[in-house]
Structure formats: C-alpha cells, structure tokens
C-alpha cells in the first residue's frame, strides 16, 4: 500500500510540474510539445536518392503561425523540408535542413492569408533515406 501512495505521489508531482511549465508530453515520444503547439506525426516518409517527396496531408495556416519540424529519426541522416502551396506546389519558405533529434522553424506564415500548405522534403545525401517526425504548428 505504502508503494501506491508514493507512486501516485510521484505521479501527481509530475503532472503538477507539467502544468506549471505549460508543457505536455507527446504520446508518440522524443519530443515535448507546448501547450500552446498542435504536433501532427509525419510517419515514415521515404526520400529519393534523387528529387523529392510530398507529404500527403494537408495543413490550414492562418495568418501568424508557424510550422516546425521534428525529425524523430532519419538513420542519423539529414534532412532538407520546405513548404508549398497545398493545390499549386510554389514555394512558400525556402529549404531548411533538419538533423535527427532536432526541431526546425521551417515557415511562418505572414502573408495576410490562411494558406492550404503540405511539406516537400528532400534528402540531402546521394541515397534514400526514411524519416519519421513531427509537425508542429503554432501558436494557439
């Protein structure tokens, strides 16, 4: 018995120390997500040698907010992502690399204008390469 009340002790310890840093843990894990950020899981994405890859999904941004990505694993390979016009494919940022194990601000959006965006990525080796990570987009 004396187990389950330190446990539970520790347990309400935690959840306290989360809501006083404003800070939830993602279920998918590796990364900490704000409360103030919406993570959406890009799941296995695998990259050409050569050219590149969309993601699938399309993402509403309205004026002001930003998109990150978190590259959960890679092979320890990086990475290069941008955004695009969900229905045209332009460009809306430029390319931004990506490490395993980092977050990158990848766009901001400050057009005036909710855009319907996907991500473009792209491998920066001369093989193929499968990530998976996060997209988190902010702030709300």
Same mark, same amino acid.
Do not use: H
């Given at each position: 018995?004396?187990?389950?009340?330190?446990?539970?002790?520790?347990?309400?310890?935690?959840?306290?120390?989360?809501?006083?840093?404003?800070?939830?843990? +993602?279920?998918?894990?590796?990364?900490?997500?704000?409360?103030?950020?919406?993570?959406?899981?890009?799941? +296995?994405?695998?990259?050409?040698?050569?050219?590149?890859?969309?993601?699938?999904?399309?993402?509403?941004?309205?004026?002001?907010?930003?998109?990150?990505?978190?590259?959960? +694993? +890679?092979?320890?390979?990086?990475?290069?992502?941008?955004?695009?016009?969900?229905?045209?494919?332009?460009?809306?940022?430029?390319?931004?690399?990506?490490?395993?194990?980092?977050?990158?601000?990848?766009?901001?959006?400050?057009?005036?204008?909710?855009?319907?965006?996907?991500?473009?990525?792209?491998?920066?080796?001369?093989?193929?390469?499968?990530?998976?990570?996060?997209?988190?987009?902010?702030?709300?």
């Amino acid at each position: 018995m004396r187990r389950i009340r330190g446990l539970f002790a520790a347990v309400v310890m935690v959840v306290m120390f989360l809501a006083v840093t404003n800070v939830c843990v +993602s279920a998918a894990g590796g990364y900490i997500v704000p409360l103030y950020e919406r993570a959406y899981d890009f799941g +296995s994405i695998a990259m050409p040698a050569t050219g590149t890859v969309y993601d699938r999904e399309q993402y509403v941004m309205s004026d002001g907010k930003y998109c990150k990505c978190y590259l959960e +694993s +890679s092979g320890g390979w990086a990475i290069s992502v941008r955004v695009v016009d969900y229905y045209t494919l332009s460009p809306l940022s430029d390319w931004v690399g990506v490490d395993q194990g980092q977050t990158k601000l990848i766009w901001t959006n400050n057009t005036g204008q909710t855009k319907y965006i996907r991500f473009e990525l792209s491998s920066v080796w001369p093989w193929s390469i499968r990530a998976q990570g996060k997209w988190l987009f902010g702030p709300f």
